[in-house]
Antibody, heavy 117, light 110 residues
């Protein structure tokens, strides 16, 4: 059974940093491209970032480019999202997802990031 | 990347059919056959129900079907059941190594 478990969400002040993790199991993690997708308080989904199978290729949404960094450790079956210079509008539930041809096949349960004073 | 446009709400009675639209542009949805649809119940993660415009993952009932014409994709739910009440989101590759989602449609089963 495919499982994706996110962690690392927290309350952080504007300008702060946070690292999210997503532990994968039930499938050969190193064979799949992965995504981060977020869902803000208004419930709109927003694609955040994508990483290829060995971590050498990454792309980002314009809203987070230059502030967020996606990475992976295939030995640990874990996906990461390093978030710097956080803004209030980064507040959201962050989901990791296994990708196939630009669609998200499987999703984790999400982790909440709140950016506030 | 601009968001795709969905109606905020849709409704139907049990047993009826409902269609939810998703409108993009010739630069995203209209140019690629990568439309996907997701169902989300309150407090749960989204679940893939349609991919590559018309294909259904294993385990998704055939009451769910997808189509596309020009810059508009559609999700049809036939034989509505109470458990179909949920948010539905469309998504598409948007070119330039980006993807975009719709704003979501709340489907109510009356």
């Amino acid at each position: 059974e495919v499982q994706l478990v996110e962690s690392g969400g927290d309350l952080v002040q504007p300008g702060g940093s946070l690292r999210l993790s997503c532990e994968a199991s039930g499938f050969p993690f190193s064979h799949y491209w992965m995504h981060w997708v977020r869902q803000g308080p208004g419930k709109r989904l927003m694609w955040v970032s994508r990483i290829n199978i060995d971590g050498s290729g990454t792309v980002y949404a314009d809203a987070v480019k230059g502030r967020f960094t996606i990475s992976r450790d295939n030995a640990k079956n874990t996906l990461y999202l390093q978030m710097n210079s956080l803004r209030v509008d980064d507040t959201a539930v962050y989901y990791c997802a296994r990708e196939k041809n630009w669609y998200e096949e499987y999703w984790g349960q999400g982790t909440l990031v709140t950016v506030s004073t | 990347q601009s968001a795709l446009t969905q109606p905020p709400s849709a409704s139907g009675s049990p047993g009826q059919s409902v269609t939810i639209s998703c409108t993009g542009t010739s630069s995203d949805l209209g140019d690629y056959n990568t439309v996907s649809w997701y169902q989300q119940h309150p407090g749960k993660a989204p679940k893939l129900i349609i991919y590559e415009v018309t294909r259904r993952p294993s385990g998704v009932p055939d009451r769910f079907s997808g189509s596309k014409s020009g810059n508009t994709a559609s999700l049809t739910v036939s034989g509505l059941q109470a458990e179909d009440e949920a948010y539905y989101y469309c998504s598409s590759y948007a070119g330039g190594n980006k993807k975009t989602f719709g704003g979501g449609t709340m489907l109510t089963v009356l």
